[in-house]
C-alpha cells in the first residue's frame, strides 16, 4: 500500500477493537483511517404508528442498546488516537461519497449475511472495484463461514445440528494482536459527520415507558459481563439448556451476553476461546448441544441455514418450512402482543418483553408456542416480526430459526408436546414473584389463583383488588380445547404436506383451513367462564 494511503472502516455490527479482523487490516499500512458508521434511516428513524416506540424496524431498546454501543465504540476509538465518524443516510450514497471524497485506497467492513446487507454489499464491493479500491470483508461475526460448510456439505446447508457440528470441525482461533495505536483520522472535506446522537436527537422524545432494559450496550460492557461470567467456573462447565429458570428476572440464570453477540460487541471466537480456557481447568463439563460451547454452536449452525435456504424468513417458497393452515386472526395477535391473553405466565412474558427488550430463552419458547401450534395457532411470521421489532438480541438468522422451530414447521416435529401456559410456569415460580413484577394487576392475586385468576371466586378477586373481565383479561381461549385443536391442525397439515410431496399449493392450504374451520366450533375454544358470560 502506498505511502499517505487512507483506509475507511465501515462499521455495521462487528461494534469492537477485540478481534476484528477489518479494523486490523485496514490499519495495516495506512497513513489516515476513517472508522465510519452510518445511521440508515430505515433503521433508525422514528415511527409514529408503530405498536411500540421505536423504528419501523426496531423498538426503543435496541436502539438505546446501538447507540450505547456507539458511544463506547467511539470511547474505545479515542483511545487508541482515533474516533467515530457519525453520518446520515442512505448507507450506499453516503458511502460512495466517502469513499471519493477521503481519496480511498482501501474499504474494510465485517461480513454480514443477512439479506439486506448481502444486496448492499454487493453494490458497494461493485464500486469500490470499479475504483480501484481494495476491499476486504472478513468473515468475523461467527465462528465459521457459511458459504464455507455449505460447500463442504455438498452446496446445500447441514438441516441438523449433529451434521454441522461433524462438519464444521474447529473455529479459527481469535486475533491475538493487541492494537495499542490507530492511523488519525484524516482530512473530512464536504462529508458531514457528526458525533453519536442522544435518543431525542434521533427524534424520541416522549417515550413513555414503566422500565426500560437493565443491559447497557457496548465493548467494555460485553467484555466486563464475560470476564464476569468465567470466573463463575462452576457456572460455565455445567450450564445446560434448556435447564435453567425463566422466571428468573433479577439475577437470570444465563448469561445475557446474546445482545453483545448479536452487535458485535462481543466477538464470538473469543468467548469460544475463553470457555474452551474454563474447560480445561473444569475437566468434568457439560458438552454439545446443551453445553455452553454448544449455544455458541446453535448460533453458528442457524446463520449456516439461514445463508442456505431461499426465503428463510417465510413459509411460502420455503424448502424447508412445512406448509400450515395458521389463522389470520388479527385480534389474537394483538391480545398476545400487548399481554392481554387471560394468561398472566404468558402476558407477564410480553411485558417483560416490551420493557427490558429480552427474556429468557424458556419464556420465549412459551409464548413462542402458545401464540403458534400452542393454543392460538396464529401464524408464526406474525410472532416473529414482534420479537423482531422488540429484542435488543434480534437477530434475522437465529431469530426466523427459533420460530421455524418452536411452531413445529422446521427442525423440531414433535408437535404434540406443548409449554402450558398455566403449569410450566408454576414449576419454576409457584408464588409467581414474576407475574407480580411485570403484571402489578395480579400483585395482590394469592398464589392459589395466580395462574388461573379466572377461577378465583369473586370475594377472593375483589380482596385482591383485581376482578377478572374487568382489570385484568378473561382468558382469549381455553387451553385445553385450544391445544386439542391446534394438534390436530398440526397433524392434518404434516398428513397434507407428506402426501403432496410437500408441494402443497395455496388452495390446498386454504381447502385445509377451511376444513378446520368446519370442525371447530367456536365456543369449543372458549374458557367455561367466559362462555357463560357471554351466554347469559
Excluded at 469513499?99 to 448481502?118: G, Q, S
Amino acid at each position: 500500500m502506498a505511502s499517505g494511503s487512507a483506509s475507511l472502516m465501515w462499521f455495521r455490527k462487528g461494534l469492537r477493537i477485540h478481534d476484528n479482523p477489518a479494523l486490523d487490516f485496514a490499519r495495516q499500512e495506512s497513513e489516515r483511517l476513517y472508522p465510519v458508521f452510518i445511521i440508515d434511516p430505515r433503521y433508525m428513524e422514528p415511527d409514529l404508528n408503530a405498536f411500540s416506540p421505536g423504528s419501523t424496524r426496531a423498538g426503543i431498546n435496541r436502539i438505546k442498546f446501538l447507540l450505547e454501543s456507539l458511544v463506547d465504540l467511539d470511547l474505545n476509538l479515542k483511545k487508541l488516537g482515533s474516533r467515530l465518524l457519525i453520518l446520515r443516510g442512505e448507507p450506499e450514497k453516503v458511502l460512495i461519497h466517502c469513499l471519493k471524497e477521503w481519496n480511498i485506497r482501501k474499504l474494510c467492513f465485517e461480513y454480514d449475511t443477512d439479506p439486506y446487507y448481502k444486496a448492499l454489499d454487493i453494490k458497494v464491493k461493485n464500486y469500490a472495484v470499479a475504483a480501484g479500491i481494495e476491499v476486504f470483508s472478513p468473515v468475523s461475526h461467527t465462528l465459521f463461514n457459511p458459504a464455507d460448510i455449505i460447500d463442504m456439505n455438498g452446496g446445500k446447508p447441514p438441516l441438523s445440528y449433529q451434521s454441522f457440528v461433524k462438519i464444521a470441525g474447529q473455529p479459527s482461533c481469535p486475533l491475538s494482536t493487541t492494537v495499542s495505536s490507530l492511523p488519525p483520522v484524516g482530512d473530512l472535506g464536504s462529508c458531514e459527520t457528526s458525533e453519536v446522537p442522544t435518543i431525542e436527537e434521533l427524534g424520541y422524545r416522549n417515550v413513555t415507558q414503566q422500565e426500560f432494559s437493565p443491559f447497557k450496550g457496548g465493548e467494555s460492557e460485553a467484555l466486563k459481563r464475560l470476564a464476569e461470567c468465567m470466573k463463575r467456573k462452576d457456572f460455565v462447565a455445567n450450564f445446560e439448556k434448556p435447564k435453567g429458570n425463566p422466571a428468573a428476572f433479577l439475577s437470570p440464570e444465563t448469561t445475557i451476553l446474546s445482545p453483545y453477540l448479536k452487535f458485535g460487541c462481543l466477538s464470538s471466537r473469543y468467548f469460544y476461546q475463553q470457555i474452551q480456557d474454563v474447560y480445561k481447568t473444569m475437566p468434568n463439563h457439560t458438552s454439545p448441544p446443551v453445553s455452553l460451547l454448544g449455544q455458541l454452536l446453535w448460533r453458528d449452525f442457524f446463520y449456516t441455514v439461514a445463508f442456505g435456504t431461499p426465503n428463510f424468513d417465510k413459509m411460502k417458497g420455503n424448502g424447508i418450512c412445512k406448509q400450515i393452515p395458521w389463522k389470520d386472526d388479527d385480534k389474537l395477535l394483538e391480545a398476545w402482543r400487548e399481554a392481554r391473553t387471560g394468561f398472566p405466565w404468558i402476558d407477564a412474558i410480553m411485558v417483560q418483553l416490551r420493557q427490558w427488550g429480552w427474556m429468557h430463552h424458556l419464556a420465549r419458547h412459551s409464548v413462542a408456542c402458545f401464540l403458534t401450534r400452542g393454543d392460538l395457532f396464529v401464524h408464526w411470521e406474525k410472532g416473529r416480526d414482534v420479537f423482531e421489532r422488540l429484542l435488543i438480541d434480534s437477530d434475522w438468522a437465529i431469530n426466523n430459526g427459533n420460530w421455524l422451530w418452536l411452531s413445529c414447521s422446521s427442525f423440531f416435529y414433535q408437535y404434540n408436546r406443548i409449554y402450558s401456559p398455566i403449569s410450566f410456569g408454576k414449576k419454576y415460580d409457584p408464588k409467581g414473584d414474576y407475574i407480580r413484577h411485570f403484571l402489578p394487576v395480579l400483585k395482590d392475586m394469592p398464589k392459589e389463583y395466580i395462574y388461573e385468576p379466572w377461577t378465583a371466586p369473586l370475594s377472593v378477586q375483589k380482596k385482591a383488588n383485581c376482578i377478572i373481565g374487568k382489570d385484568y383479561p378473561m382468558p382469549v381461549v381455553s387451553h385445553d380445547s385450544a391445544s386439542k385443536e391446534c394438534r390436530r391442525g398440526v397433524a392434518e397439515a404434516y398428513a397434507l404436506n407428506k402426501e403432496l410431496n410437500d408441494s402443497i399449493g395455496e388452495e390446498d392450504l386454504k381447502n385445509l383451513r377451511r376444513k378446520l374451520d368446519e370442525e371447530t366450533p367456536e365456543q369449543e375454544t372458549k374458557p367455561k367462564r367466559y362462555r357463560q358470560k357471554l351466554i347469559g
